[in-house]
């Protein structure tokens, strides 16, 4: 018999159940990242004008261009992630309504961005004391704006619509 004074005998831990946590977190933090972070390096030519590059130097949290961009970029793909992410865990697979799920968060968000951005940009962050625009908001600067929401919003829809597309398919996936 054991005495009650001595600690208990714990079951060892598999190095493959230790190690299984922190991998789930990073799968986690590379789902959500890496999408937002290809979109960010494909919509880096906006940043040759320098309006935008005013813009993001006048968002919080710091202050700068780079810092500011790479999280404004992650943070703008969160809605496709969670749109896809939605659509795959709550749509019925049966017939296109993946297909058809896809396709409209992808019109919705396009519409969002290219329509949200410009409106954002140029009327709610002026009335919030952030004024980042040198040449006044003139109609250059909504087709900017305009123009940057549908690029990046082109970058997340064009992949939801190919999926919409072989989702469609007879035989679907």
Same mark, same amino acid.
């Given at each position: 018999m054991i005495p009650a004074i001595l600690p208990p005998i714990h079951t060892p831990v598999s190095l493959q159940a230790a190690l299984a946590p922190p991998v789930e977190w990073a799968t986690f933090a590379g789902f959500l990242l890496v999408p937002g972070l290809i979109a960010t390096l494909l919509w880096s030519p906006f940043l040759i004008?320098?309006?935008?590059?005013?813009?993001? +130097? +006048?968002?919080?949290?710091t202050g700068s261009v780079l810092p500011t961009y790479l999280l404004a970029g992650v943070g703008g793909s969160?809605?496709?992630?969670v749109g896809a992410t939605v659509v795959?865990?709550?749509?019925?697979? /049966?017939? +296109?309504a993946?297909?058809? /799920?896809f396709i409209t968060v992808a019109v919705l968000l396009f519409v969002g961005y290219a329509v949200g951005v410009p409106v954002v940009t140029n009327v709610a962050l002026p009335r919030l004391a952030l004024d980042w625009d040198p040449t006044g908001y003139g109609p250059s600067t909504w087709v900017l704006l305009a123009a940057g929401g549908a690029s990046y919003a082109l970058l997340f829809s064009i992949p939801f619509v190919v999926v919409s597309f072989l989702l469609a398919l007879p035989g679907g996936y």
């Open positions: 004008v320098d309006r935008i590059r005013s813009l993001l +130097a +006048a968002l919080p949290p969160i809605p496709y992630i795959t865990t709550t749509v019925d697979t /049966a017939g +296109a993946w297909s058809n /799920a």
